[in-house]
């Protein structure tokens, strides 16, 4: 689970202010309250192929929702900011049968069905007709709804003693950012984290990897896919840690070049302006510490092994004037696949630079 983080402004999200300021006015009122996101549209399903929308993820007007197939186009989000429904276990869309029951797939929840524009004819089911939908909610849409069913409402009195006061629009907003803040909006937070810095942090929308599990199966550590903190701080030449690793075998020319894991830079290519192709979540350029704990991850086996591989290994020089020392000595990956670690050493002291980079990457690879 990602950290939770506070990169973002105020003023990323107006439509959240407009839905808090509802949920606020209705407080105060008690006997009716207007708010947004609370409860279901209907009773909640038990059957076998009905699926509640229990994740809601921000999307911009005009966002491709569901890319559709040959047989049914595409669907997209409204012109407007809003929430679309997801399932863990169906995915973020639902089907629609002409015989109901019958091939259904029934995401529901507390939100508007936008459908595909085109029946088509499933395959091995009793309906000839069907089509998908998304399950779609309006950031701005107020429901107003009786106190007494609004999820998580507890209404109150008009008047009495302990009824609280309206807060101000200062307060509301220091209020609101501190929730969105925290731990229980990691969907909104991602989001709005990469409006703010989308070269650190990648589009949540984003989940293809260039690199797929097959090949990940002799990762150790966990890939960040983030660089929270960003270039700065630690400066990218001060050391992630003061020990030298052991390099055995060395180019000539550098036998008494100290090797250190650096903090390094790196950021999300598909963030960068101009970037045109397809964006992967696994994009990540630069070097160093931060470079392989957002594109690979590093933990202690991490170390370990390239400890191992840089005392053991022969370079072999790459086109880019690094070094490349690799060794096969290590533990299996995931169903007991051969692994190969494969460590990156930069030795000289580049233009501009103070010091030689040292560790550029580092990384296991599944031996074919």
């Known amino acids: 689970m990602l950290n939770k983080t506070s990169l973002f402004d105020w003023v990323d999200a107006p439509a959240i202010a407009v839905a808090a300021t509802g949920g606020w006015a209705g407080w105060e009122i008690g006997s009716v309250i207007y708010g947004v996101l609370f409860g279901e549209s209907e009773a909640a399903k038990t059957e076998v192929g009905h699926y509640r929308a229990e994740e809601w993820s921000p999307r911009a007007p005009g966002d491709l929702l569901d890319s559709g197939t040959t047989s049914s186009p595409p669907i997209y989000a409204p012109n407007a900011w809003g929430l679309e429904g997801y399932n863990k276990t169906l995915g973020h869309t639902g089907l629609q049968s002409s015989i109901p029951g019958q091939c259904e797939l029934d995401l529901w929840g507390a939100g508007t069905r936008i459908y595909a524009s085109k029946w088509f004819a499933p395959s091995g089911c009793v309906p000839k007709e069907a089509r998908w939908y998304v399950l779609w909610k309006p950031l701005t849409e107020m429901a107003k709804c009786s106190g007494t069913i609004c999820t998580g409402i507890e209404a109150k009195s008009y008047s009495g003693a302990g009824q609280p006061s309206l807060p101000t629009t200062k307060q509301l907003e220091e209020r609101t950012q501190t929730q969105l803040k925290s731990a229980e909006y990691p969907v909104l937070n991602r989001f709005l984290n990469y409006l703010a810095e989308p070269e650190n942090f990648p589009d949540p929308r984003v989940t293809k990897k260039k690199v797929d599990e097959e090949e990940r199966r002799c990762d150790r550590g966990t890939p960040q896919f983030e660089n929270a903190g960003g270039n700065l701080s630690p400066e990218p030449f001060a050391k992630e840690e003061e020990a030298e690793f052991s390099v055995a075998s060395r180019p000539e020319g550098f036998e008494s070049t ?31 510490y931060r470079h392989i704990a957002a594109k690979h991850g590093w933990n202690a086996v991490d170390r370990e092994e390239t400890e191992l591989t840089l005392s053991t290994g022969t370079p072999v020089e790459t086109g880019a004037g690094n070094w490349l020392y690799t060794t096969t000595a290590i533990p299996t990956g995931v169903g007991g696949v051969e ?24 990384f296991n690879t599944v031996v074919p």
């Open 339 to 362: 692994c190969e670690r494969r460590v990156v050493v930069d030795f000289r002291t580049r233009e501009g630079d103070p010091a030689p980079r040292g560790i550029v990457t580092s």
């Open 258 to 288: 100290p090797v250190y894991l650096r903090w390094g830079t790196t950021s999300w290519i598909p963030g960068k302006a101009g970037f045109s192709e397809t964006p992967c979540l696994d994009l990540w350029s630069g070097w160093g």
